[in-house]
């Protein structure tokens, strides 16, 4: 025989599938829908059972071919075929019993349920060997996957040390982690495209239908790096051009390990790797500018009441509690107005109250604000009389105070701050006097000059 | 009169018996076709359900196009003002310092540099041409910096230098409209806009993204430079003036005072409001919104626009002259359109095509008069933001569309009277500073010619990338609905520089 045949009966597998499907599907509903002394459908349903019995054996056959020439394992297929001969067995056996009787055998319909169930569950065990076994458990509601008990069990990439990472492993600890989120989906011994498994580094060495992947010292000539680096339009390219491609970087881990002699045992620091390629796999733990504890989101209600008087209030961003409160369009705000930001004191993170009628009055209200990171009072008749206040805004990190009337002794009230960063006091009577003064935070007085230069004037 | 009214009713009582069972069946079933038709069209959407799917809080929008909306992540930045020099400065004479193109000056330029090439003007072998700046190293980071620039070698460490960006584009609209709408075709929206759509703007007096042009033209590229594109049109830049009016036609008229404005407003305003009560659409409340808008704009934007009443000092640390349009009055309006909480001020300074052909267009003169136009006044810019402390969350991008080539232009293949660089797109130098950038770093490498990029290299959608990151926007889930795809300002590009990244 031509030697395609058999693979290519195989690939109708996929089709072959859904006669039996409907076929018997069409016998087991008649069955429920005539009455137990009816006969009127008893040679429909006897044709369904026959015609179902023996697609339900072609697409046995051909789904054994596909296992023999596709790269499947037994473990993998085992039931599915198990169940789909089941299934065939099945169907002849009721079609036998339709024809040995004239009236209809007994439990037909518990027989018939029976034979339902088998097929759908060979069907489902199918299903799940070419779409993967969360197909249908992907696109439920998060809730709904948790309750029925499954766990989102992403791939994690690549995580390096910023510290010590010349020690790590190169393969276990680099290039598999990267086989595992890029490749790993299609090349495991259950799914083992081109034949090809990259789980673990004897099996990479083992390499796939066309041989070896892996070249020692020669990337070029290394599938696993040059398939990477093949143009995204080019069929070979690796990974297939809809899949989710590997950062540049990693490519580059890849090259240099290969480069390296691709051995189990090498370290990252022996090859030529910089720690710039690495940059974007270090963990960084980023330390959040504004407090990293958890406070209750204002609700709609007082946003839109803020927003409706005219305070500008939004969120830090769209998943944060964390509020900034801004009096740009308020400009007549006074300390009377304090008690409209009060329903927000929790939330408040930024606030701006340059420009409006506020005095120093309104200070002693502020320390109500436990998690106020950056205030602004720019241009506001704060004199700098009290505030040693500020004090107990534990979390305070700028204070603007720009175009106030604050001097120098007034400011130093707040090196007790136990976190203040930066102060801000540009155009004020403390910008003013010549200040040798050491801060425990950094003070910024501006009054920045560009002195003129003879250049300033030459015109070419 | 009864009679009429019986017979009126009569008509209907047929008319509806006439509709039979088979009417209202048939009618079912075309008119589903339309439904079916509906999704296949979205494309002549207004945009209304793209704005749901990009998580835009729908109602609130609707309203007001510009009410200012939470970044998806925090970010580092509030406020954007880009400098854009339209018609491309030389790298080679302000940032990226090759004195071994010095050493070559004159001499025929390698065989392998032109191979392949096309340039806009340069034919056969043309001669390289040595850095006509003196260059020297300056403040803590040690940056290069030419003597073209003397007061911006002083702020260099508030920057982070691009040395090797490169564009796919040498003529100037294609490469400006790429480097400001991510596109060299026409129709995309540009930076400003997609910025403004994503997070509306802050002081609801002022326009959200302004746009202010120096060196007496606009760019090449028109103004679909700072165009919205697809984005609903409200997000488009609003180019002020620094002369006369900064935005025309928002002046009263003679004889119409504020009050009658006022009353005038409301009036209309009533009449939209009996009208959206009746129909309930929610364009009629945008436009209510945008009158009450226009006339908070007519008190604000002039005080804003006015650098009169800035002190003496600050007019010496800009080198400002009120009245007159000059790249300085601009920077200086951009800090105090910032400081009032405007998003995006972006500045045009035309004047950089230096290819040698005249006097104003010579490297070694024409291009330093114009060094002297916006040394002091961005360096003074970067300054005053610090002083205010704006640095914080304001961030400054300087760049032109293009670079210049390290050879001399020879334009017909003659050579010319003035020294002068063709347009080139391999590698040219850009800076950034402020909310988020790591002070004093600089990334990218050139080659010894200064030609192309050897290391480092960054695209103009990494910029993009960097920049949407640093306003607290993931580029690639950032993301408006047209014709039927999910748009990108970076499209299917872009990734984040993280070495300027503080």
Known sequence: ?460 | MKKVEKLINELTQQKLERQTRRHFLMDCVSKMGGLALAPLMLGCDSGSSSKASAGLNLSQRDLNPLAPLPPPFTGKAKSIIYLHMAGAPSQLELFDFKPELAKYHNQPCPESLLEGRKFAFIRGVPNLLGPQANFAQHGESGAWVSDFLPHFSKVVDEVAFLKAVHTDQFNHGPAQLFMQTGSPRLGRPSLGSWVTYGLGTENQNLPGFVVLTSGGKTPDAGKSVWGSGFLPSVYQGVQCRSKGDPVLYLQDPDGMSRDMKKNLISAINTVNKSEFDQYGDPEILARINQYEMAYRMQIEVPEVMNINDEPDYIHELYGTKPGSESFANNCLLARKLVEKGVRFVQLYDWGWDTHGTDHDGSIDMGLRNKCREIDRPMSALLLDLKQRGLLEDTLVVWGGEFGRTPMQENREGKTQSFLGRDHHGDAFTMWMAGGGIKKGASYGLTDDFGFSGIGEQVSVHDIHATILHLMGFDHEQFTYEFQGRPFRLTDVEGELIRKILA
């Open chain 1, 1 to 460: 025989m031509i030697e395609f045949i058999l693979p290519l009966f195989g690939r109708f597998h996929p089709i072959l599938v859904h006669l039996p499907i409907g076929i018997l599907t069409f016998g087991i509903v008649l069955v429920f829908i005539s009455r137990n002394d009816q006969t009127k459908y008893k040679d429909s349903i006897r044709l369904a059972f026959l015609l179902g019995g023996i697609f339900a054996v072609l697409s046995s056959i051909s789904g054994f071919l596909q296992y023999q020439h596709e790269g499947f394992t037994w473990e993998t297929v085992q039931f599915h075929f198990i169940l789909g001969c089941a299934t065939a067995i099945a169907s002849f056996g009721l079609f036998y019993e339709m024809n040995r009787t004239s009236s209809s055998p007994k439990n037909l319909k518990l027989k018939s349920g029976g034979l339902f169930a088998l097929m759908l569950f060979t069907g489902h065990l199918g299903g799940n060997i070419t779409h993967g076994e969360e197909y249908l458990i992907e696109v439920l509601p998060p809730e709904l996957q948790n309750l029925i008990g499954y766990e989102i069990e992403a791939e994690k990439g690549l995580v390096l040390p910023e510290q010590g990472w010349e020690e790590l492993v190169y393969y276990d600890e680099v290039v598999q982690p990267i086989l595992n989120q890029n490749c790993k989906s299609c090349h495991n011994p259950k799914n083992l495209k081109g034949e090809l498994d990259l789980t673990s580094f004897d099996k990479l060495l083992e390499g796939g239908e066309d041989g070896s992947i892996l070249t020692a010292g020669n990337p070029e000539e290394s599938a696993l790096y040059s398939r990477l680096v093949l143009p995204k339009e080019d069929e070979d390219h690796m990974p297939p051009k809809e899949k989710k491609q590997p950062e540049k970087e990693a490519i580059e881990l890849i090259r240099a390990w290969i480069d390296l002699g691709a051995t189990k045992s090498s370290k990252l620091g022996e090859s030529s790797i910089s720690p710039e390629t690495l940059e974007p796999f270090f963990h960084r733990v980023e330390k959040s500018f504004y407090p990293e504890v958890a406070v209750e989101a204002a609700s709609d209600e007082s946003l839109s009441r803020l927003k409706s008087e005219s305070f500008f209030a939004e969120k830090v961003s769209e998943n944060s509690n964390w509020l900034m409160i801004s009096c740009v369009n308020f400009q007549n705000f006074s300390n009377q107005d304090w008690s409209k930001l009060t329903e927000v004191k929790n939330q408040i993170v930024y606030l701006d109250f340059t420009g409006t009628q506020i005095t120093d009055a309104i200070l002693d209200s502020l320390n109500m604000l436990e998690n106020l990171t950056v205030l602004k009072l720019n241009q506001t008749g704060i004199s700098g009389k009290n505030l040693q206040v500020l004090n107990s805004n534990k979390n305070l990190k700028h204070l603007y105070l720009n175009k106030t009337r604050v001097d120098l002794p007034s400011i130093q009230v707040l090196n007790e701050h136990p976190i203040l960063e930066k102060v801000f006091a540009f155009d004020t009577p403390l910008a003013n006097n010549e200040t040798k003064e050491k801060f425990n935070f950094i003070l910024e007085i501006g009054k920045y000059q560009l002195p003129a230069l003879p250049t300033d004037t030459i015109v070419y």
